[in-house]
């Protein structure tokens, strides 16, 4: 089956320089996909020469006139940029001529537009964002990372279904572990969400392993981990601040002197090696889940190779028919679940 | 002026075998303290027995029979255990007879233990736990840690002035710049409480700067970070979980083979260097911060050197008369606490 991805070619921080020289790249190792390229055409068109021949029936220029600021506001994005690359986009997949969307434009516009254009799936109340994070053990889905915050129960427990379905389109992995972010202490064990959010969890049909602490995280403990939207996008951003730290701290060390520059020449292969393993390029790609059709986030400041990896993501999660799954899967939950008794019975 | 701690010998993983040398090696370094060993007699004696006759006239041993265990519910601790180690040490503070306490145990035991027997400072509504963590630029203190979950704005802006107030006592810093933790995303940024703590914090005296990210923590934009105490902890135990990760995955890296060992010992100096650079030891002892008197928690695992960092934080508590500071500063809040307009006006 070949699966269409729109791409939305003018957003993040570099643009069609980046954008399509990565969809090139990603058409010559996915012989099953076509990308519709959407953006000014006058812009994308001296990139796309580079694609060669061989590719020429598997992409093709949609334009759009207008383009939606990194910094601009989400409500001027929504109400004022009707003819945005990222709002034509969306209509591409809303209008069933592409299977999926990809930009790597402002965040919160992407999550506006997409929730206006394409309507969140049946059973579920927010969308949400969904990331990949590296662990000792492979890696691990995180969700929420910021469109949500004041949670509810409910909503805590609809990321955990579509994180689990998540994992299971992309991961092949039927049955992964949902873990719930929480704090260790015995008697202030979580707040009265994270309790009732653990309640609904263990009865939604999931394989649920409880609650997690933060450094389960990178220790692989599930395969999901579950937390509102202001948790997990503090999570996240602490855990680019210290990974930047590190790496700064460690250039520092290897060039104090003639002696520790050498020592660093000599271990270069081996922190090459460590880098690629911890490389976040290959976790570009993060899923806004809930909606009806794929939708996937390249971070802003992606080069052609990280966002060569948010388009194989996206085109998986396509190929997997992603929403379909996940309306299924709340539907049963939703069956499943046996009335919790709250604090009012 | 000389100083006295009272120190719960018994108290984390190790105990008398940890905490004692801790103890010798702290006096040897602080000629103007006294330390109270508080725990079980027989247990201690041996330990001090390498205390030398130079340091004789500046250590005591106060007898405890009981001891809190790592495990052990706060309830358990509070009502069960009058003569805990933990307890005593809290009652020779209260008493007069000790300036600060020093414990490696159970932080909620410690945390309630230390509430019901010193009460907490006018003005504070709860104690909140402040940890400090390396920076880019030198190191910050974030707070709460844990202590509490779903906090009120006012408790927000109390932990801004509590924390000032520990920079100031510790750093000699007068004006230190504190941040309120919160997301960044434009149309979604913060939840009502941050929203309005912001507002509190910023017409409280302090230098505050406004929002923070979690990146900014390890930046060092700010010199207190403040947020509640479950994204506190989320965050904290998130960059264990990552610095753990990477310490694995560079020792994996350099034990590869014969080339990755050798590349590993030339390079083993430097290395060293960095990770002294970000020894979390040297930043052990959170203090505990709202309460009648200077509280320092040890992490469990503490060896005598991460220990002995937590007495040294204790001492310079004390002899900066922290709680009376922030009690003071409190006040002044207080006072120039405009009206804030709410949602209700």
Same mark, same amino acid.
């Given at each position: 089956m070949t699966i269409t991805l729109a791409v939305d070619c003018m957003g993040g921080d570099h643009g069609p320089a980046v954008i399509v020289p990565a969809v090139i790249d990603f058409l010559q190792r996915d012989a099953?996909? @076509? !990308?519709?390229?959407? +953006? =000014?055409?006058d812009d994308l068109r001296p990139h796309l020469a580079n694609a060669g021949s /061989?590719?020429? &029936? =598997?992409?093709?220029?949609? @334009? #759009?006139?207008?383009?939606? /600021?990194?910094?601009?506001? !989400?409500?001027?994005?929504?109400?004022?940029?009707?003819?945005?690359?990222?709002?034509?986009?969306?209509?591409?997949v809303k209008e069933g001529k592409a299977d999926a969307a990809v930009s790597a434009g402002n965040t919160g516009a992407l999550m506006a537009i997409s929730r206006f254009v394409l309507k969140t799936l049946p059973g579920i109340?927010?969308?949400?964002?969904?990331? *990949?994070?590296?662990?000792?053990? +492979?890696h691990t889905y995180v969700l929420d990372l910021g469109a949500n915050v004041d949670c509810t129960a409910e909503h805590l427990q609809q990321f955990g279904i579509m994180g689990a379905m998540?994992?299971? #389109?992309?991961?092949?992995?039927? =049955?992964? =572990?949902? +873990?719930?972010?929480?704090i260790g202490e015995e008697e202030i064990k979580g707040n009265e969400v994270v309790k009732r959010a653990s309640e609904l969890l263990r009865v939604s049909g999931l394989n649920f392993i409880g609650n997690v602490e933060g450094d389960d995280i990178y220790k692989g403990t599930a395969d999901v981990v579950v937390c509102d939207g202001f948790v /997990?996008?503090?999570a996240l951003?602490?855990?680019? +601040?210290?990974?930047?730290m590190i790496r700064v701290f460690l250039r520092q060390e290897f060039s104090r002197n003639i002696f520790t520059r050498i020592a660093g020449l000599i271990a270069m292969p081996v922190l090459n090696a460590f880098r690629a393993r911890v490389d976040h390029r290959r976790y570009n790609g993060a899923s806004l889940l809930g909606?009806? /059709?794929?939708?996937?986030?390249?971070h802003g400041s992606a080069d052609s190779f990280a966002f060569r990896h948010a388009?194989?993501?996206? #085109?998986?999660? #396509?190929? &997997?028919?992603?929403? &379909?799954? *996940?309306a299924a899967s709340v539907a049963v939950a939703l069956e499943k679940m046996e009335p919790v008794p709250t604090l009012c019975d």
């Open positions: 099953d996909c @076509h !990308v519709i390229c959407v +953006g =000014r055409e /061989g590719l020429a &029936e =598997r992409w093709s220029i949609h @334009h #759009a006139a207008e383009v939606v /600021g990194m910094d601009e506001s !989400v409500s001027s994005a929504l109400r004022n940029k009707k003819d945005s690359s990222m709002r034509v986009m969306a209509n591409l109340d927010r969308p949400a964002i969904a990331s *990949i994070l590296p662990t000792m053990k +492979g998540l994992v299971a #389109a992309l991961e092949h992995d039927e =049955r992964p =572990r949902v +873990g719930l972010l929480n /997990g996008n503090v951003k602490t855990s680019e +601040g210290l990974a930047q909606l009806k /059709g794929v939708v996937v986030k390249s388009l194989t993501r996206a #085109a998986e999660a #396509a190929r &997997e028919r992603l929403p &379909e799954k *996940i």
